[in-house]
Nanobody
Framework: QVQLVESGGDLVQPGGSLRLSCAAS????????MGWYRQAPGKEREWVAT???????NYSDSVKGRFTVSRGNAKNTMYLQMNSLKPEDTAVYYC?????????WGQGTQVTVSS
């Protein structure tokens, strides 16, 4: 079993920064990738960023150059550093972990970008 818990969501002004954390617990077997997704009100969940077991990263076009995904030294924690935040970034952000057969999700953390 795997449990993912996000934290760090907050209200932030446009142009500001925020760092989200994802803490994993339980047995994590052969996780190929981890990443972040987000879902804005009235919209479908969209992919934001991915990090692999060898720390290769990929980002959606909407966040390239502004967001950075990384892993902690313990490797059971993942971060999303968000800079130059825009109102369009407002969403619930979800932590994701993927094995060959399963996808795991956290419960989400709210990020609101507003002046």
């Amino acid at each position: 079993q795997v449990q993912l818990v996000e934290s760090g969501g907050d209200l932030v002004q446009p142009g500001g920064s925020l760092r989200l954390s994802c803490a994993a617990s339980g047995t994590i077997f052969s996780i190929n990738t981890m990443g972040w997704y987000r879902q804005a009100p009235g919209k479908e969940r969209e992919w934001v960023a991915t990090i692999t077991s060898i720390d290769s990263t990929n980002y959606s076009d909407s966040v390239k150059g502004r967001f950075t995904v990384s892993r902690g030294n313990a490797k059971n924690t993942m971060y999303l550093q968000m800079n130059s935040l825009k109102p369009e970034d407002t969403a619930v952000y979800y932590c994701n972990a993927n094995s060959v057969l399963r996808r795991y999700w956290g419960q989400g953390t709210q990020v609101t970008v507003s002046s």
